[in-house]
């Protein structure tokens, strides 16, 4: 089974500065998608990047991008210019390629708790 | 990218009561699923509900006390049968919409005294 793991429970930052939160996974699988979501007190769940593992390349997404590290099993996500409305709850997840029955699933992190401080 | 609406988007019930939950998309979509978060959570799934057939439920969950209907393309509910305080979560909806992308509801946030 999968799993994934963010150690960092809580993080913050200086507003317009740069924060990078940290995820690593575990699977056996060779191709795989991963994303990254933004919950704010709203409690809606925002898609904000998501990464093919097939994909050598980084994705980016405007001030949020990936360094993702397949053979380390990595995936940390970069905010640039953080700005007040970054801070949030990120979960890290992880999603199985394979059509077969049962693998469609998210398996979440336990999230990183974001604040910009002014 | 897919629209997700739920209700309640909120609601305070009493022990022993239940409470149905309603997901509506604004396509067709084959697969959605059920997540519930616990305070302070992370997601944990509840079922995956495709239509025309059965729910499909991760462990520790039965369709007892969580049923699922899905009766079109667009639209789910789940039920939390005779609830008790350690059902106090957010329950949300969620989409597979195209390959590698899916979007959550909204979500209800569910209190039981």
């Known amino acids: 089974a999968q799993t994934v793991t963010q150690s960092q429970p809580e993080m913050s930052v200086q507003e317009a500065e740069t924060v990078t939160l940290s995820c690593t996974y575990d699977t056996s699988e060779s191709d795989y998608y991963l994303f ?3 919950q704010p007190p709203s409690r809606q ?11 050598q390349q980084n994705a980016t997404e405007n001030r949020f991008s990936v360094n993702f590290q397949k053979a380390a099993k990595s995936f940390s996500l970069k905010i640039s210019d953080s700005q007040l409305g ?6 890290c997840a992880y999603r199985s390629v394979l059509s077969n029955f049962g693998n469609e699933k998210l398996t979440f992190g336990t999230g990183t708790r974001l604040t910009i401080i002014p | 990218s897919a629209v997700i609406s739920q209700k309640p988007s909120r609601d305070i ?3 022993g009561t239940s409470l149905t939950i309603q997901c509506q998309v604004d396509s067709q979509v084959t697969m959605m699923f059920w997540y519930r978060q616990q305070p302070g959570q992370s997601l944990t799934l509840i079922a995956t509900a495709n239509q025309g057939s059965e729910a499909t439920y991760e462990s520790g969950f039965v369709i007892d006390k969580f049923p699922i209907s899905r009766p079109n393309l667009t639209f789910s509910t789940l039920t939390v049968s005779n609830m008790s305080p350690e059902d106090s979560s957010i329950y949300l909806c969620s989409v597979y919409y195209s390959p590698g992308e899916q979007f959550f509801g909204p979500g209800t946030r569910l209190t039981v005294l």
Do not use: S, T
Request: proline residues 0%; aromatic residues 22%.
């Open chain 1, 36 to 38: 990254w979501y933004k």
């Open chain 1, 45 to 55: 769940m925002i898609l904000v990047i998501r990464q093919e593992a097939y994909k």
């Open chain 1, 86 to 91: 970054d801070a949030a709850m990120y979960f």
């Open chain 2, 13 to 15: 019930c009493q022990r």
